[in-house]
């Protein structure tokens, strides 16, 4: 049987004839170690660079070589393990009097230097090892802290969870990593990416931000948090212009091309998920070119790094990053060497050497480098180790050692009330009871809480970062809110200081496709551009928006319209025939006019009731007449004011009985004068049946008829006051519905019929004695009351709003003035300036007149 587990140059092999696993390769030796009863190893991106060559498969491939500048930060990071777990060691309540060691290594930001360590740790060093037991098991290591990268993370977790070992990083914030079915023993104190992702397009929403760009690394850390925070921005609904990727390694064609679009797009707001390697190189082809002030928004794995700020054209830059912590005691340790102590450590020396410009004795000389003479001293440098002014990552490594040392606490310690804690170095512990103990862990270290969900994520919370350019010129790292998902809704994101924008912005800059849409307008997408690109198009006719950015138009309800702005629904004025309008006022007062030469048609009438001209025709139907014409022109004044139920049907029933009975009085007083002119014939009695009872009996009759059609519509569908919002969209016409439009017309149609009825007659009678004879001026009456009526029919039915009513009143006015003007007014006339012809004599002395 032969198992193998390639990385680079290191194979362990074991075969049924060897008495134990043989080691094939060469090991890489620690940065930092120390033995203890239990092992933690430990993974940080020291060096950025790494030397490999082909192999030629003749002989054993060179083990790759890290190269490059040191990041002082990740010393930090390193450094920070260490005195974490010296800490632990001289601790009375956490694992006492149990050492825990260390393999801290330099994974060199490479997947091949980590995956050849990780094995490393796993079966240990030894040439040849595990005599008895079997190859899949490791003694080396309990747990490890690391890696910073996501990439490597997610390498070294898959050949770690096969073997149970837990794996806390520190650093790794891909979402991809809370996949427990893929990566079952990996946890980690900083937040996942899903989190700041979902901050990123929060915070990008909160300044209105909606067209954007993106850039990434070309890593699982730049892709998969790109891509949460892309479904993110789109739930927001926030815009991307562009989305581009690279990596350090990239061409520089492919570099400049990433460039060029940043610089050309019209996007004024750049998200930027990357790493700060990457970020360097992108910087070294954006620095110089022309183009207007960015506002990045940036990941907190560049945000603040300090390594950045030295660039101006990050100034105004905001992000967010882990919250600002304290260690007692960081700093001091981390100044605490000296040229003796670091002498015995290669990274140490690189550091020593990288950091103060001077070769240490004994180390190889570079040309015109001096050698370092004793007095250099840490704390006379102001460089990214040494400044623990802004402890962020470093505190996810001492909580991700403390967290460890807590879960083999539980494991071989012993907790009594009021006494010390009792551990026991000798139990056998395996890596999986580390990892099922560490999902459990919930502790406060130096006021933070240290604790993880189900998926190995601990809770979110961030820091609201402001890059801001000092007065002195240097670049300050300004905390200026936070964010913290655990927070009631409202709370989550907090902004409680000014922000510095980029230069040249100073206020909160701009950056949209589009313009935003008043308020009376609705956004239209453009078409084939994203849906933040859109035209701002006016509300329709009845339509309002009364926000900014409306996607659609609200229609207004029925008894609403929008007013002038189109920004809100008023209620539609109410229009009807008032008594306060003018037209309203001069159909009033024609009303009263006629009603009061109707009254004084009557006195004149009845002071002169015994003279022959008034008894001539039946004076008694000449005074009915008057009446029913004085309330004719009355009646006129109930389709004046606001329509009501009672108004609506006094109305209509009124002027159907009133000109009803003003007709009938006319036929009446036609029929008198055929009778009388009949009754002269030799032997003709008519007028014995036509006296004055019976006349009477007529108008009541032809009255009564009337009044049973009104009785019949006011039962079955009586008019009724209407909303009329046909005719104008913008405003109400309150008007009088006749309900039944068959009752309306048959009122109309009996009037029309008794009307016509007496100009046939009138029109037989106008060949009768001209002094004794009043049929043509009936005549001409009711050729008036025809004409005006018939005329009315189209009128009505075309006249728009109150002005229907307004053409109904003028019809009974203009109809009852042609009766009492062609009917009494020559009479009045004689009476008044002709007395001489009220006389009997000349009413009898002519004959009947040749023509009409």
Known sequence: MVLALMAGDLTLAKGSSESGCTLQGTPRHASFSEPG????????????????????????????????????????????????????????????????????????????????????????????????????????????????????????????GPFGIPQVSHYATCACLSDKLQYPTFSRTIPSDYYQAAAL????????????????SDTDYGNNGMAAFLQAAQAEGICVEYSEALYRTNPRAKVRRVAEVISRSTARVVVAFISPGDMLVLLSELEGRLMAPLQWIGSEDWVTDRMMSNFRLFAGAIGFGIPRSVIPGLRDFLLDLGPAQVSHSPLLTEFWESAFGCSLGGSQTAAGQKTCDGNQNLQDLQNPYTDTSHLRISNMVYKAVYAIAHAIHGIICTDEPNTPPHCNASIRVVPCQVTERLRKVNFSRNGYKVSFDANGDPVAIYELVNWQMMRDGHMEFVTVGHYDVSAPDGQVLIINKNITWAVGQPQVPVSVCSASCPPSTRKAVQRGRPVCCYDCVPCAEGEISNATDSLDCITCPADYWPNAEKDACVLKPVEFLSFHEVLGIILAACSVTGACMAFMVAVVFYRHRDTPIVKANNSELSFMLVFSLKLCFLCSLTFIGQPSDWSCMLRHTAFGITFVLCISCVLGKTLVVLMAFRATLPGSNVMKWFGPLHQRM?????????????????????????????????????????????????????????????????????????????????????????????????????????????????????????????IFFPKCFIILFRPEQNTKKHMMGKMPSKSF
């Open 201 to 216: 397009a929060r915070l990008v929403k909160h300044f209105g931000w909606t067209w954007i760009g993106a850039v990434r």
């Open 37 to 160: 009863d239990f092992v933690i190893g430990g993974f940080f991106n020291i060096h950025y660079n790494v030397i490999t060559t082909d192999n030629n498969y003749t002989s054993r491939p060179k083990a790759p070589h890290c190269t490059g500048s040191l990041d002082f930060r990740e010393v930090r990071f390193a450094r920070t393990m260490v005195f974490a777990i010296k800490e632990i060691n001289n601790s009375s309540e956490l694992l006492p009097g149990v050492t825990l060691g260390y393999q801290i290594h330099d994974s060199c930001a490479s997947v091949p230097v980590a995956v050849k360590v990780v094995f490393q740790l796993v079966n240990g060093i030894e040439p040849v090892f595990f005599p008895n037991q079997s190859c899949s098991e490791s003694t080396t290591v309990h747990a490890v802290v690391g890696d910073s990268s996501s990439t490597s993370s997610i390498a070294m977790s898959r050949i770690l």
């Open 698 to 822: 007529s108008v009541l009759a032809f009255t009564l008829i009337q009044v049973l059609i009104c009785v019949f519509w006011l039962t079955t569908c009586p008019p009724f006051p209407n909303k009329n919002m046909k005719h104008y969209k913008e405003k109400i016409i309150l008007e009088c519905d006749v309900g039944s439009t068959v009752g309306f017309w048959a009122v109309l149609g009996y009037i029309g019929l008794l009307s016509i009825l007496c100009f046939v007659l009138a029109f037989l009678a106008r060949k009768l004695p001209d002094n004794f004879n009043e049929a043509k001026f009936i005549t001409f009456s009711m050729l008036i009351f025809c004409a005006v009526w018939i005329t009315f029919i189209p009128a009505y039915v075309s006249s728009p709003g109150k002005f229907t009513v307004a053409v109904e009143i003028f019809a009974i006015l203009a109809s009852s003035f042609g009766l009492i003007v062609c």
